[in-house]
């Protein structure tokens, strides 16, 4: 099951001009949206947007952050998920192994 987070993705000019372009290149909506991973009412807009010839901006959050920080926010992320994806397999190990969730804890 995929946990959403309670804050919007956000996403840069480049990345909205590549999807507002697929779309233009004949492929649906949905279809962009299921492989990007953006939501259809997003790429709605952008696309609605490009349309009337307004620039597609990044939000003046994501505008603001240097490279470095961008790279320390993504890995402040990966480092999340992967302890994630850790406790799940300490779990399933313990499960497998003994059927002691405690045991796991001592991993």
């Given at each position: 099951?995929?946990?959403?987070?309670?804050?919007?993705?956000?996403?840069d000019a480049e990345f909205k001009?590549?999807?507002?372009?697929?779309?233009?290149?004949?492929?649906?909506?949905?279809?962009?949206?299921?492989?990007?991973?953006?939501?259809?009412?997003?790429?709605?807009?952008?696309?609605?947007?490009?349309?009337?010839?307004?620039?597609?901006?990044?939000?003046?959050?994501?505008?603001?952050?240097?490279?470095?920080?961008?790279?320390?926010?993504?890995?402040?992320?990966?480092?999340?998920?992967?302890?994630?994806?850790?406790d799940i397999l300490k779990k399933?190990?313990?499960?497998?192994?003994?059927?002691?969730?405690?045991?796991?804890?001592?991993?």
């Amino acid at each position: 099951m995929e946990t959403r987070s309670k804050f919007a993705r956000r996403y840069d000019a480049e990345f909205k001009q590549n999807a507002v372009a697929l779309v233009q290149s004949g492929r649906s909506i949905s279809e962009v949206c299921r492989d990007l991973g953006c939501s259809s009412w997003s790429l709605g807009r952008w696309r609605h947007a490009a349309q009337k010839g307004d620039p597609l901006t990044e939000p003046k959050t994501l505008a603001a952050e240097t490279s470095e920080q961008r790279e320390l926010r993504r890995l402040k992320q990966e480092n999340a998920y992967l302890q994630r994806q850790r406790d799940i397999l300490k779990k399933a190990l313990a499960i497998v192994s003994d059927g002691n969730l405690n045991s796991a804890s001592n991993l």
